[in-house]
């Protein structure tokens, strides 16, 4: 007898490790799957540290319903490889992480919505549950997505309040509360008069023009004494053309006091041209990018100040928005709680777009070393 009870606990054993087995390489085929889309470079990065995770909250609405679809597979697609979409992968990978998922950052080599298009045609291909995507031009990709959602995929954008082939967009805060937030930091800076440019990343990027619009028409009504002499010129996302731009500017217009951008390569390129040149001080600049990009030129006070916020909770914003569409939301109402920081209380536009409260600035002078991106 007690051989027989040995025997019956080994065969046990076998019958568990088999089923586990089995599970595991299920897993396998689709990660497998995901991973071989050819037209971009995948970033797989490890999960946060403990000080650089996104913020999520244990108990929130959204965390503790209980969900029917665990372990999706979702392509991320982002504008550009820069280090600001590393972060937004570090709450793609805690997400997944976390949740048993298969998760993979598609980052093209430049800004080109050609190339967006491309990976997600790839990522339909390879039958994902979701798509996530960061558009360069929401235009370029409305008829791929809508493709992708008649093959039952789920959407999810982000800086893309205006696309229409999406399940549901999170943003943010709004496209008009950043743009005045950067003109009341560049006029503080000019003293509230004088002439100023802008510049940006895309010109077919309608976040960031909206952003600009949004700063010049509240310059326009409260700040008269302020010019705007040079707008919109492009910098396709590279450092050295902002440099070379700015620089320029400087040239045509001697008396410029301030410089407004919108993508990581417009600040920091603006911040090198005032460097360079011995105009810090004189000339002020502010735009978006990632804290630790420009933490030499805050310091050094060539860049005034660089509105933001944290790319991490998008992404891990991106993922539950996911699970709770592939869990029967079909729209969702003002008020509604992610349960990470900046999105606890959020606005919703024709129940599917999101719009949060998690808008940063950090000023020359502050202390970028607490923030860990």
Known sequence: MKNIKKLTAIILAFVMLASITACGSKDDKK???VETAASSEVK???????????STEAESEAGAETTTNEGF????????DVPWFDRLNEGLQKYA???????NLYAPSTPDASQQVAIIEDLIAQKVDVIGIVPNSAEAVET???KARDEGIVVISHEAANLNNTDADIEAFTDQAFGEFFMQSLGESMGYEGEYATIIEELTNANHNAWLDAA???QEENYPDMTLVSSKTETKADVNQAQSICEELFKTYPNIKGIMGTGSADVIGAGL????KGLTGKVATTGCTSPNDAAQYLNNGSISMIGLWDPANSGYAMCILAQMIMDGTTEFSDGVDLGIEGYNNCTVRDGRYLVGSAMLGIFAGDDVSQYPF
């Open 216 to 218: 010049v028409a509240y």
């Open 97 to 103: 992480d976390e949740h048993g998922c298969t998760i």
């Open 44 to 54: 797989n990065e490890e999960s946060a540290e403990a000080n650089a995770e996104p």
């Open 273 to 276: 041209a005032i460097e360079n």
């Open 31 to 33: 990660s497998n799957e």
């Open 144 to 146: 791929v997505l809508q």
């Open 73 to 80: 597979t979702m392509g991320v697609v982002v504008k550009v």
